[in-house]
């Protein structure tokens, strides 16, 4: 078993930047993947970056591509999403996600965290 907590939402006002994070624990995590997906409201949640844990790879949806970095920090048990140039668009809630390989399908991930909510908003 996987335990994902996520924190690090808010509120923002457009343009600005965000760096929520994902704590992990349980079971060896070296072998996994992982990822963040959000889900605004009243819309599907959808698939943003992704980091194996070794760090060595990484996936990221063209919706962001240019504002949003994946990263994992050395030693720690965590995985952060850096959000910049912040859009109204991009307010939702947040979820990290682990499984065995980075891919855009929910159903490939094993563990999911309840979420942090970022809204972007003047």
């Known amino acids: 078993q996987v335990q994902l907590v996520e924190s690090g939402g808010g509120l923002v006002p457009p343009g600005g930047s965000l760096r929520p994070s994902c704590a992990a624990s349980g079971r060896p995590l070296r072998r996994l993947a992982m990822a963040w997906f959000r889900q605004p409201p009243g819309k599907e949640r959808e698939f943003v970056p992704g980091i194996t844990w070794a760090g060595c790879a990484t996936g990221v949806a063209e919706s962001v591509k240019g504002g949003f970095t994946v990263s994992r920090a050395s030693g720690k048990n965590e995985v952060y999403l850096q959000m910049n140039s912040l859009k109204p668009e991009d307010t939702a809630l947040y979820y990290c996600?682990?499984?065995?390989?980075?891919?855009?399908?929910?159903?490939?991930?094993?563990?999911w965290g309840q979420g942090t909510q970022v809204t972007v908003s003047s």
């Open positions: 996600a682990a499984g065995r390989a980075i891919t855009s399908q929910q159903k490939e991930y094993d563990y």
